[in-house]
């Protein structure tokens, strides 16, 4: 496979000038731009703040001002949280748990099996058990019952003594199973953040869900987490504002907020504004006492170092999602919220070897939708729809998202069951799916389906798959061709291979967290040549860097085996590569890791 060649950049005392030349494509495909960045901005935040030029740049370039530099560094939920009650019916979920605490009522919760409606139903328990109210919780099976809440499920809760039953994650499409819930006498408060194309159950008691058409509270990058956070808030407020805490202690929220971040992050929500604040102080929680359960599934994944977004979102999330994938979600929360150390230490060994099975099911569901994708010509459509028989519903979004990346395009996994099928799908940025599978299911194409605009859930009937590939082609045709001439490798600086230390990755921390939105900042690294390459992992390549002065660099390209990187990196030629910066913990001291991202040959 040819890789064309790549245009050096250029830089000057190690920080890159504004304008570049115009850059060839490197071997994701992608062109490589430079941030743009008001040299003034820089040089003035540098100076304000006492901080590195680097690091100046890195927030000019995002947008920061000198006079916000402090503050965006340092996030505060004290300047930062707003009135939970600025969402729509917020005050009327308060009201109606409000009641049910002060009269003893048993409040039943009903949560999603992935991160964030784990985490939810965590927070919701943990503040619940805090302040001596009882509440049941249900998690569906994500084989037998499916996302969201049903009637039984409704029933069940209500027969074990549940007045009211609060929703997260989900709920906010469930009209049928709400309005037969509150015929029974059952008062339904939800908690969700997917996007709504049609009113709010009408039976609902409250429906707190910042993605509802007329809510106004500029909080739609909240997760289920988010919202239940910002519930227990205003509830606390409430029961405070009625005298319960004066015979009592009062809970300390900020012990919840680890769980919160948790779900923001897994959920790959945006990383600005609110939530970036929330995962900020998260990662706070988690890094000081923090949440057990997630403390002892730290120590069996692996975590070293300050904890990080990379930790949630790819340590203990997915540790934590293969509860729920191929496992029961109950294992999950039971761990967030047991007090047995013990117990705690057999489930996180449980989710660890429940992972490592999560890891072989996807890829053989992987390499079946490939053979499906190539001998069918699939790849050639605007959004790949792949189905096949008996597909683990478990692990088809972590394939469609791998997919996804290979193809750089929509891609829905449906793994078909008699007549129907249950698909997810991932997308890239610019194209809603979301949107687009809420539109099909309300047109009558889906039997269930929606999500947001990078992920999406669908139920289908199997004779309708010809239909589906037809109308989400035609949709989105034109918003995934211009997504596909604006790919680009978003470049901060580039850098010598003296900056790939342990101490440089801590001085770009300051700027995290890191995530969908606010993206970790890459650097590159010119004329260099790979040595001592060799496989590890599951496809994954290790090797090192040697620039034309001999300095040498340590790097890791993930899952580069077989792609396009590789035939780069093993070339023995002078390339220009670019990665993250880490601290490499397993050697020590102030040893860095460059983690590559790209590749293409110098000219």
Same mark, same amino acid.
């Given at each position: 496979?040819?890789?064309?060649?790549? &245009?050096?950049?250029?830089?000057?005392?190690?920080?890159? *000038? $504004?304008?570049?030349?115009?850059?060839?494509?490197?071997?994701?495909?992608?062109?490589?731009?430079?941030?743009?960045?008001?040299?003034?901005?820089?040089?003035?935040?540098?100076?304000? %703040?006492?901080?590195?030029?680097?690091?100046?740049?890195?927030?000019?370039?995002?947008?920061?001002?000198?006079?916000?530099?402090?503050?965006?560094?340092?996030?505060?939920?004290?300047?930062? $949280?707003?009135?939970?009650?600025?969402?729509?019916?917020?005050?009327?979920?308060?009201?109606?748990?409000?009641?049910?605490?002060?009269?003893?009522? &048993?409040?039943?919760?009903?949560? +999603? #099996?992935?991160?964030?409606?784990?985490?939810? !139903?965590?927070?919701?328990?943990? #503040?619940?058990?805090?302040?001596?109210?009882?509440?049941?919780?249900?998690?569906?099976?994500?084989?037998?019952?499916?996302?969201?809440? !049903?009637?039984?499920?409704?029933?069940?809760?209500?027969?074990?003594?549940?007045?009211?039953?609060?929703?997260?994650?989900?709920?906010?499409?469930?009209?049928?199973?709400?309005? *037969?819930?509150?015929?029974?006498?059952?008062?339904?408060?939800?908690?969700?953040?997917?996007?709504?194309?049609?009113?709010?159950?009408?039976?609902?008691?409250?429906?707190?869900?910042?993605?509802?058409?007329?809510?106004?509270?500029?909080?739609?990058?909240?997760?289920?987490?988010?919202?239940?956070?910002?519930?227990?808030?205003?509830?606390?407020?409430?029961?405070?504002?009625?005298?319960?805490?004066?015979?009592?202690?009062?809970?300390?929220?900020?012990?919840?907020?680890?769980?919160?971040?948790?779900?923001?992050?897994? +959920?790959?929500?945006?990383?600005?504004?609110?939530?970036?604040?929330?995962?900020?102080?998260?990662?706070?929680?988690?890094?000081?006492?923090?949440?057990?359960?997630?403390?002892?599934?730290?120590?069996? %994944?692996?975590?070293?170092?300050?904890?990080?977004? #990379?930790?949630?979102?790819?340590?203990?999330?997915?540790?934590?999602?293969?509860?729920?994938?191929?496992?029961?979600?109950?294992?999950?929360?039971?761990?967030?919220?047991?007090?047995?150390?013990?117990?705690?230490? *057999?489930?996180?060994?449980?989710?660890?070897?429940?992972?490592?099975?999560?890891?072989? /099911?996807?890829?053989?569901?992987?390499?079946?939708?490939?053979?499906?994708?190539?001998?069918?010509?699939?790849? =050639?459509?605007?959004?790949?729809?792949?189905?096949?028989?008996?597909?683990?519903?478990?692990?088809?979004?972590?394939? =469609?998202?791998?997919?996804?990346? &290979?193809?750089?395009?929509?891609?829905?996994?449906?793994?078909?069951?008699?007549?129907?099928?249950?698909?997810?799908?991932? @997308?890239?940025?610019?194209?809603?799916?979301?949107?687009?599978?809420?539109?099909?299911?309300?047109?009558?194409?889906?039997?269930?389906?929606?999500?947001?605009?990078?992920?999406?859930?669908?139920?289908?009937?199997?004779?309708?798959?010809?239909?589906?590939?037809?109308?989400? !082609?035609?949709?989105?045709?034109?918003?995934?061709?211009?997504?596909?001439?604006?790919?680009?490798? *978003?470049?901060?600086?580039?850098?010598?291979?003296?900056?790939?230390?342990?101490?440089?990755?801590?001085?770009?921390?300051?700027?995290?967290?890191?995530?969908?939105?606010?993206?970790?900042?890459?650097?590159?690294?010119?004329?260099?040549?790979?040595?001592?390459?060799?496989?590890?992992?599951?496809?994954?390549?290790?090797?090192?860097?040697?620039?034309?002065?001999?300095? @040498?660099?340590? =790097?890791?390209?993930?899952?580069?085996?077989?792609?396009?990187?590789?035939?780069?990196?093993?070339?023995?030629?002078?390339?220009?590569?670019?990665?993250?910066?880490?601290?490499?913990?397993?050697?020590?001291?102030?040893?860095?890791?460059?983690? /590559? !991202?790209?590749?293409?040959?110098?000219?």
């Amino acid at each position: 496979m040819n890789v064309p060649s790549f &245009t050096p950049l250029t830089a000057d005392a190690g920080l890159p *000038e $504004m304008a570049l030349p115009p850059m060839g494509v490197a071997a994701s495909g992608r062109f490589w731009r430079l941030r743009e960045a008001d040299p003034r901005a820089t040089l003035t935040i540098a100076q304000t %703040a006492e901080i590195e030029p680097v690091l100046a740049r890195i927030l000019a370039a995002r947008g920061v001002s000198a006079e916000n530099t402090a503050r965006y560094l340092s996030p505060s939920l004290r300047e930062d $949280m707003p009135d939970p009650l600025v969402m729509k019916d917020m005050d009327r979920a308060v009201e109606r748990l409000t009641s049910a605490v002060l009269s003893g009522e &048993t409040i039943g919760v009903f949560g +999603d #099996y992935d991160v964030d409606g784990t985490t939810a !139903s965590a927070i919701l328990k943990s #503040y619940f058990d805090w302040i001596g109210v009882a509440s049941l919780i249900y998690l569906p099976d994500r084989i037998t019952e499916g996302y969201g809440p !049903s009637a039984e499920a409704f029933k069940s809760l209500h027969q074990q003594g549940a007045g009211v039953i609060v929703t997260v994650d989900c709920g906010a499409s469930a009209h049928e199973p709400i309005e *037969e819930a509150t015929r029974d006498g059952v008062d339904i408060v939800v908690f969700d953040h997917h996007l709504m194309s049609s009113a709010p159950p009408a039976g609902a008691t409250a429906v707190v869900n910042p993605n509802r058409t007329d809510d106004l509270s500029g909080l739609e990058n909240l997760s289920a987490a988010g919202v239940a956070f910002m519930g227990m808030v205003a509830l606390n407020r409430s029961l405070r504002d009625k005298g319960f805490f004066q015979n009592k202690p009062e809970p300390n929220l900020t012990r919840l907020l680890d769980l919160t971040a948790l779900g923001l992050v897994c +959920d790959v929500m945006p990383i600005n504004g609110l939530t970036r604040t929330l995962v900020a102080q998260g990662l706070k929680i988690f890094g000081g006492e923090g949440n057990p359960g997630l403390k002892a599934l730290g120590e069996r %994944a692996g975590v070293k170092g300050p904890p990080s977004t #990379y930790h949630f979102g790819f340590l203990l999330g997915p540790r934590i999602n293969a509860a729920g994938r191929i496992g029961h979600a109950r294992l999950a929360f039971e761990l967030m919220t047991t007090e047995d150390v013990t117990r705690r230490r *057999e489930l996180a060994e449980r989710l660890h070897i429940l992972n490592a099975e999560r890891q072989e /099911i996807e890829a053989t569901v992987q390499e079946a939708a490939l053979r499906d994708i190539e001998g069918n010509q699939r790849h =050639a459509d605007d959004v790949i729809v792949t189905a096949g028989e008996g597909w683990h519903p478990g692990v088809i979004g972590i394939v =469609a998202g791998r997919l996804k990346e &290979t193809y750089d395009r929509p891609v829905i996994v449906i793994g078909l069951d008699g007549d129907e099928g249950k698909g997810s799908g991932r @997308s890239i940025t610019g194209v809603d799916l979301g949107a687009a599978i809420s539109a099909a299911r309300n047109d009558g194409l889906l039997l269930a389906g929606g999500g947001h605009a990078m992920a999406a859930g669908l139920t289908i009937a199997r004779n309708k798959l010809g239909a589906l590939r037809d109308r989400l !082609s035609k949709t989105l045709r034109a918003d995934i061709q211009r997504a596909r001439e604006n790919r680009t490798l *978003e470049i901060d600086a580039v850098v010598g291979a003296s900056a790939v230390t342990k101490s440089f990755a801590e001085l770009i921390a300051r700027a995290g967290p890191y995530g969908q939105g606010n993206p970790e900042p890459a650097f590159a690294l010119l004329n260099m040549r790979g040595t001592h390459l060799k496989t590890v992992g599951k496809g994954h390549l290790s090797l090192t860097l040697k620039s034309d002065t001999g300095e @040498s660099v340590r =790097a890791i390209a993930f899952r580069a085996g077989g792609e396009p990187i590789e035939e780069v990196l093993r070339s023995g030629r002078r390339f220009h590569v670019a990665g993250k910066i880490r601290a490499d913990d397993w050697r020590g001291g102030d040893a860095g890791q460059l983690q /590559i !991202s790209d590749a293409a040959f110098a000219e």
